[in-house]
């Protein structure tokens, strides 16, 4: 069992930044590649990036790629979401997400994650 409890969502202009934290308990943190997926009201959660367990490979969607970036603190047990860039569409509850599956085929699937947080709200205003 892994508990994931995100951290440091908030209200920003466009063009701004935050930094979202997760932090992980529970089983082996480094056994799990770890995603964020974010959510607006009306819209099915969609894939924003994933970090594999020893964080030397990363993946992110094409609407964020360029602007936000994940890393991951083994020693913290902790991954982080730096968001720049920010756009008013960028708006949304933001979920950390685990996964002890290594298929990179399904990466961007939310079914596919074996953890969820409670979510982060993270609001642009234009």
């Known amino acids: 069992q892994v508990q994931l409890v995100e951290s440091g969502g908030g209200l920003v202009q466009a063009g701004g930044s935050l930094r979202l934290s997760c932090a992980a308990s529970?089983?082996?943190?480094?056994?799990?590649?770890m995603g964020w997926f974010r959510q607006a009201p009306g819209k099915e959660r969609e894939f924003v990036a994933v970090?594999?367990?020893?964080?030397?490979?990363?993946y992110y969607a094409d609407s964020v790629k360029g602007r936000f970036t994940i890393s991951r603190d083994l020693g913290k047990n902790t991954v982080y979401l730096h968001m720049g860039s920010l756009k008013p569409e960028d708006t949304a509850v933001y979920y950390c997400?685990?996964?002890?599956?290594?298929?990179?085929?399904?990466?961007?699937?939310?079914?596919?994650?074996?953890?969820w947080g409670q979510g982060t709200q993270v609001t642009v205003s234009s």
């Open positions: 997400a685990a996964r002890a599956s290594a298929n990179v085929a399904t990466l961007g699937r939310p079914s596919e994650y074996d953890y």
């Open positions: 529970g089983r082996t943190f480094s056994s799990y590649f």
């Open positions: 970090i594999i367990r020893s964080g030397g490979w990363t």
